[in-house]
């Protein structure tokens, strides 16, 4: 079983949608959780990061933990053509992420 | 101010054959992580340089791998002799500090072929 399951997708919304992206995680000892955008032939930059379960609103994005059914989810508001990437979730106990395959994002005008 | 970068963004060679990557972190990053991505499966963690120091290199795959920051400001990662299997997308990332919530900002990749 991978420590991250993501599903790759590709997912296709259209424009002004909101956009759910979800991973679960196995492993009882991540704290941390984060959110990376991957745009093509592009390094993947961190999004969001979370500590522990809860919400974490910036801009348009919420993240949200739920440690208790292992599972993260990143929210999208308003999607814009721009958010047309690679999704990757990512959870740890240290400081070295784990990261699930990354889930394609479509977003078309 | 630049970013992570990599050398070369591509590299196409014969099973057998030696390469060299090369990782320029951020200037003033004393964090410079390897990471790898093979067709189809998640990013994964090879090792991480403290200045010019290995602190952890537990995900490298085998002694095919050796990687090296001498001096502690750039870093190479030579494969050598290079399998099938090492296809795949190579990044370092670099931050100031290690820890809980530091950002590590990562570089294009290099594309590796493995013939």
């Known amino acids: 079983q991978k420590e991250v399951e993501q599903d790759p997708g590709p997912l296709s919304v259209p424009e002004g949608a909101i956009v759910s992206l979800n991973c679960t995680y196995s492993n009882s000892a991540f704290q941390y959780f984060m959110w990376y955008r991957q745009y093509s032939r592009k390094g993947p930059e961190l999004l969001m990061y979370t500590y522990s379960s809860g919400n974490k609103e910036d801009g348009r994005f919420t993240a949200q933990v739920d440690k208790s059914s292992k599972y993260i989810s990143l929210f999208i508001r308003d999607s814009q053509p721009s958010d047309s990437a690679t999704y990757l979730c990512a959870g740890g106990g240290s400081y070295i992420p784990t990261f699930g395959r990354g889930t394609s994002l479509i977003v078309h005008p | 101010e630049a970013g992570v970068t990599q050398f070369p963004s591509h590299s196409v060679i014969e099973k057998g054959q030696t390469v060299t990557l090369r990782c320029d972190p951020i200037?003033?990053?004393?964090?410079l992580y390897w990471y790898r991505r093979v067709m189809g499966k998640e990013i994964k963690f090879l090792l991480h340089f403290v200045k010019e120091s290995k602190q952890d290199e537990s995900g490298m795959p085998n002694n095919r791998f050796l990687a090296e920051r001498t001096g502690g400001t750039y870093s190479t990662l030579k494969v050598q002799p290079a399998e099938l299997e090492d296809s795949g997308v190579y990044f370092c990332?670099?931050?100031?500090?290690?820890?809980?919530?530091?950002?590590?900002?990562f570089g294009p990749g290099t594309r590796l072929l493995v013939l």
């Open positions: 200037s003033g990053h004393d964090n």
């Open positions: 990332a670099s931050s100031q500090d290690a820890g809980h919530g530091e950002t590590q900002y």
